[in-house]
């Protein structure tokens, strides 16, 4: 006990009691403070000035500090009050409890700090009021509450606390990030604009990492945020399969003749005629898909595409192309294959003089005929698939006039749908219709009715094609 607390008298009753709980009781209710030092022994100290006895929320005697308002510089009004006080948990650390009312910054840390019993230093002079209510937190915890937001920091050197501005030499930290799925092209467009707020990032594409540089916290919030989102993208292989099923009948009529040694003498004097149809013997699925909008096959074996290769030999089935495409999740994959003709087109000026001349230029211009397929895969976390497709299927269509655009047909959809992991899914229905019409003869007879039969050839087709398009998404991680 301190020498000053030889003549104070005390007053308490107490029974059967532990021997620490009738010390601590004795001691609130003398007004006097008790403290354990390291090597077991129990010390009554008075209570400093502004400071006194209270229950704390747990039921437990305790300390805090009653400051006073302090007075502003100008009309000497009350700034603000608080209340700070301490105690020990199990574990020996020291926990702090505030309570705030408008209170300035720099007042309230140093006030926490002695209660605390932490050494600090501060580089710069904190402004600012707050108001705040905390409860049995470690100084640390307060520390980072009280300065979440505001352009204040703290870091924590051989036992000193640095107070200041983030910006300070002594206050700044550096993070060296590394990805390790993901890419760093498009991490800082992800990072809030707040966060970066004060923080310098450089990019280090090589390693693909990301050099962090300024205030400890907003760099600590910056590095777990990363670590949540580096996380290994899935890609996606995207089978796709075109199909023309074609249904038509092409008219041949006309007479070949001609002079060959290697001939022998006969053979009949008209061809007659010459009628392909198209055939009946494609099997059921096909006839079904052409007149639906979508149909999910569910998981197909290899021979499915083999059985397509020989559909196609029957003249009915022509499959247009069979690429695979790639892509990252949420990333567009993009195939356009297609073809040129160009026609020509003439202007003539008249250019007015003595002797008027007449300028003719030709040019060429050019018409294509595309198969365009974009789609974009985006995959959830139940291996489902999401596919966002559009299709551009433009054909040109017979023998394009003299010096005139070539006739083309286009057929387009877009369509958005939802499959599980390799399962093939099958869009039908895109209908187009094909015509043309040839002929050659011998001049002015060929024109003649009834003599043109004999003295020419004429040929005329119209077909049908559906398209018919196998989508099989395949998620490799």
Not at 147 to 174: I, M, P, S
Not at 448 to 461: A, G, N, Q, T, V
């Amino acid at each position: 006990m301190p020498i000053n607390l030889l003549g104070k008298k005390v007053t308490a009753f107490i029974a059967a009691a532990p021997f620490e709980t009738a010390l601590e009781k004795m001691a609130y209710a003398n007004e006097l403070k008790l403290n354990k030092t390291n090597d077991n022994v129990y010390i009554f100290q008075p209570l400093s000035e502004g400071e006194e006895l209270y229950i704390s929320g747990d039921n437990a005697t305790a300390v805090k500090r009653n400051n006073k308002p302090t007075m502003s510089g100008g009309n000497g009004a009350p700034q603000g009050n608080f209340n700070v006080s301490g105690r020990k948990d199990a574990a020996g650390q020291k926990l702090i409890s505030v309570d705030a009312l408008n209170t300035p910054i720099l007042d309230l840390i140093k006030s926490t700090s002695i209660e605390a019993g932490v050494n600090y230093f501060i580089y710069s002079d904190i402004k600012g009021n707050i108001t705040t209510h905390l409860n049995n937190i470690s100084y640390d915890n307060f520390l980072t509450a009280l300065l979440q937001g505001t352009e204040y920091t703290f870091k924590k050197d051989a036992g000193v606390y640095l107070l200041g501005e983030r910006k300070l030499e002594g206050l700044r930290a550096t993070r060296i990030v590394q990805l390790q799925h993901r890419s760093i092209d498009t991490i800082q467009v992800m990072i809030p604009s707040e966060w970066k707020r004060g923080v310098e990032i450089k990019e280090f594409r090589e390693q693909n990492t990301l050099l962090l540089s300024g205030s400890a916290p907003q760099i600590n919030e910056i590095e777990n945020y990363i670590k949540q989102i580096d996380r290994v993208v899935p890609m996606v292989l995207i089978e796709v399969t075109l199909v023309d099923v074609r249904k038509g009948k092409a008219v041949k009529t006309g007479i070949s003749a001609g002079v060959d040694a290697t001939k022998k003498p006969g053979g009949t004097v008209l061809s007659g005629l010459d009628y392909t149809f198209g055939s009946r013997s494609i099997n059921d699925l096909l006839s079904r898909i052409g007149s639906n909008s979508s149909v999910n096959l569910g998981r197909v074996t290899p021979n499915f595409y083999v059985t397509l290769s020989a559909l196609e030999t029957s003249n009915n089935v022509e499959i247009r192309s069979v690429p695979k495409l790639s892509t990252l999740n949420g990333h567009k994959a993009t195939l356009s294959i297609g073809s040129s003709r160009y026609y020509s087109q003439s202007t003539q000026n008249v250019i007015p003089s003595l002797n008027a001349q007449t300028v003719v230029t030709q040019q060429f211009t050019e018409v294509n005929a595309n198969l365009e397929i974009d789609i974009r895969p985006i995959v959830s976390g139940d291996d489902q698939v999401t596919l966002n497709i559009g299709v551009n299927i433009s054909d040109f269509i017979g023998n394009p006039p003299l010096n005139a655009p070539p006739p083309k047909s286009t057929s387009k959809f877009t369509s958005i749908i939802r499959a599980k992991n390799e399962d093939m899914i099958v869009l039908g229905g895109l209908e187009r219709t094909e015509s043309s019409e040839t002929g050659s003869g011998i001049p002015l007879l060929s024109r003649i009715p009834i003599l043109k039969w004999l003295f020419s050839s004429r040929e005329k087709s119209n077909s049908k094609v559906v398209t018919l398009v196998f989508i099989k998404p395949t998620i490799m991680y």
